[in-house]
């Protein structure tokens, strides 16, 4: 739906009054096109020791035909900060984020990118200085979003040793528009059991030959995930209820995928979608868990129905499902599945308690799997997608004032896209990005709520 307020201080005459009056002036984000650049403009490559990871950025900037430099310069603008922090050990090596980070913010383009690599917190051990000075880029990344403009944003990758291999998609993530909406949130990248995870053909269109499953493609943010899959190169089979069934042939058709009727709540719902994808297409390689519902009501105020329908649907049918999904019939070999949680299943929300349970579920559900040595042999990847203020028909309906506080309370001063949730889950659909699982990304602009 349409954010009046953005459009309105980004008129020319809005922009004057609100810069008179203070008041926030969110920008248009940089979104991906696949005519336009990773990253607009030179990028500031560093770190500190060996930075294993600002080379091998370096390289594939080079490959992406983007100059790197490695400080800025007199009046010089730069699309990104790439500052490998992998080789910090000690409190004294933070100082990079002050000497080098520093300096080229001022610099930095609207849209920006500020990528930060650190090493991963659960190969730190019991070492308190190194556990310490990982955990505080955490904080640092975390503050820099909050402190950046222009829709510029921050995150940190955190990479296991030797697994720096694994780390290039999540990195063309987060330099490219298609996180125009993620913003300070802390991605670790580990081994995927078989060796790196290998490049795509062409990095636009990473999911060719793949065979993607979308519940809740009707509509809103299941429909934009069913079209970026598509986009991106894969088959998409789209799943709702059949009072939805209109909507579902509609986007299916257009997409050239298939649409498959059917109540995520269903006992045989798994194998109905395993057998669907695989006689249909031959294959299931990525499943969507998108469908969900909303019953709002105070605890105190709260009847079974409510509770009961909210949890089956959201949480529920997602562990029912995926046993016939996660089982050796199901999922191919190096399949990937993406569950969507909410920043209400980090936060809490009043009147949402069922809502906020089966969201939070969601979370120790994936962090489950994406810890399952079975999964990992396979070379299966699960993870979760928590959106914050989306902008779609379920949050048209909350009243204008708590949806004003909605979008204005995050970093970047307005609600995100459905396409932006859906840019994120294609992400962690891809093959390249093998050595993340268990991971759960906001998108949510660094929203306040929840933070
Ligand atoms: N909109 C937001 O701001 C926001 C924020 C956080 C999380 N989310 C989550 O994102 C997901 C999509 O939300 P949305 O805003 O697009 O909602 P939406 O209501 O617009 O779409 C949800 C879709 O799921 C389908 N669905 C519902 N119950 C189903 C069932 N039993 N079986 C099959 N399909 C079913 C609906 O028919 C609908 O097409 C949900 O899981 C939601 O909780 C949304």
């Not at 499902?321 to 936060?347: F, R």
């Amino acid at each position: 739906m349409a954010d009046t307020y953005s459009d309105l201080v980004n008129s020319t005459v809005g922009k004057q009054v609100a810069s008179r009056l203070g008041l926030p002036r969110p920008v248009r984000l940089r979104r991906y096109a696949p005519d336009q650049p990773l990253v607009p403009g030179p990028v500031v490559v560093a770190g500190v020791g060996d930075a294993p990871l600002a080379a091998r950025a370096a390289d594939l900037l080079r490959g992406d035909a983007i100059d790197i430099i490695p400080v800025v310069a007199e009046g010089q603008r730069v699309g990104a900060v790439v500052l490998d922090l992998t080789q910090a050990r000690e409190l004294t090596d933070l100082d990079a984020f002050r000497t080098i980070l520093g300096p080229a913010l001022k610099r930095l383009a609207p849209s920006g990118r500020v990528v930060v690599f650190g090493g991963s917190i659960a190969t730190a051990g019991t070492d308190p200085m190194l556990r310490a000075t990982r955990r505080a880029m955490e904080g640092v990344v975390r503050s820099i979003g909050k402190e950046l403009r222009a829709g510029a944003t921050a995150n940190l990758v955190t990479v296991v040793e030797g697994e720096e291999a694994n780390a290039d998609a999540a990195l063309r993530f987060f330099l490219s528009g298609r996180s125009a909406y993620v913003d300070g949130q802390v991605v670790t990248v580990g081994a995927a059991s078989g060796g790196p995870a290998a490049a795509p053909d062409d990095w636009h269109t990473p999911l060719v030959g793949k065979v993607a499953v979308v519940t809740g493609a009707a509509r809103g943010i299941g429909a934009s995930i069913a079209e970026v899959l598509a986009r991106d190169g894969a088959t998409v089979v789209g799943v709702d209820i059949p009072s939805a069934g209109e909507g579902l042939a509609r986007n299916a058709n257009r997409l050239g995928g298939t649409a498959l009727q059917l109540d995520v709540t269903a006992p045989d719902a798994g194998r109905r979608i395993v057998d669907h994808a695989r006689k249909r297409h031959g294959s299931l390689d990525i499943m969507v868990h998108n469908a969900g519902i909303t019953r709002d009501k105070l605890l105190a105020n709260m009847d079974e129905s409510r509770w009961a329908s909210v949890v089956d649907v959201n949480l529920g049918s997602v562990i029912r499902m995926n046993e016939a999904i996660l089982a050796a019939d199901g999922i191919a070999d190096g399949g990937h599945v993406v569950c969507v949680s909410s920043i209400a299943g980090i936060a809490g929300n009043r009147g949402q308690t069922n809502y906020a349970a089966s969201k939070a579920g969601v979370i120790g559900l994936v962090t489950a799997l994406g810890g399952s040595p079975d999964l990992y042999a396979r070379r299966v990847t699960v993870n979760a997608v928590a959106p914050g203020f989306i902008e779609t028909e379920m949050t048209a309906k909350i009243p204008l004032a708590t949806r004003e506080l909605g979008r204005r309370l995050s970093s970047l001063q307005q609600g995100g896209l459905p396409l932006d949730v859906a840019e994120t889950v294609a992400w962690l659909s891809q093959d390249a990005n093998s050595g993340v699982t268990g991971n759960v990304v906001r998108v949510c602009g660094q929203s306040l709520l929840g933070a």
